[in-house]
């Protein structure tokens, strides 16, 4: 849980997937330059108030749950953290 809600994670599932500039569109941000640390924080900011967690002790299943007007977009936004934290468990255990 601790990986789904760092900066470092949620920003490079950002970068990586093309989601900075759509999760900044209306804000005063939305022509920034996308590395900037403003810009960086601001998505930070945006995917956490989207994203949720929930992590059952009896069952030991982890829930994601991600919040968009649209649900073909919610979808392909939790499909994009579920295959980025696989991947990063897969680099983690090579290590």
């Known amino acids: 849980m601790?990986?789904?809600?760092?900066?470092?994670?949620?920003?490079?599932?950002?970068?990586?997937?093309?989601?900075v500039k759509?999760?900044?569109k209306g804000?005063?941000?939305q022509d920034a330059d996308v590395n900037s640390r403003e810009v960086?924080?601001?998505?930070?900011?945006?995917?956490?108030?989207?994203?949720?967690l929930d992590y059952s002790l009896q069952t030991g299943n982890l829930t994601l749950y991600?919040?968009?007007?649209?649900?073909?977009?919610?979808?392909?936004?939790?499909?994009?953290y579920l295959s980025d934290l696989r991947a990063a468990a897969f680099i983690d255990k090579k290590i």
Do not use: I, M
């Open 40 to 52: 960086k924080w601001a998505v930070y900011y945006e995917l956490k108030g989207r994203l949720d």
């Open 2 to 19: 601790t990986v789904l809600t760092s900066f470092a994670f949620n920003t490079a599932v950002a970068e990586r997937h093309g989601l």
């Open 27 to 29: 804000t005063k941000l």
């Open 22 to 24: 759509p999760l900044l």
């Open 66 to 80: 991600y919040e968009d007007p649209d649900p073909a977009t919610a979808q392909r936004v939790l499909s994009y």
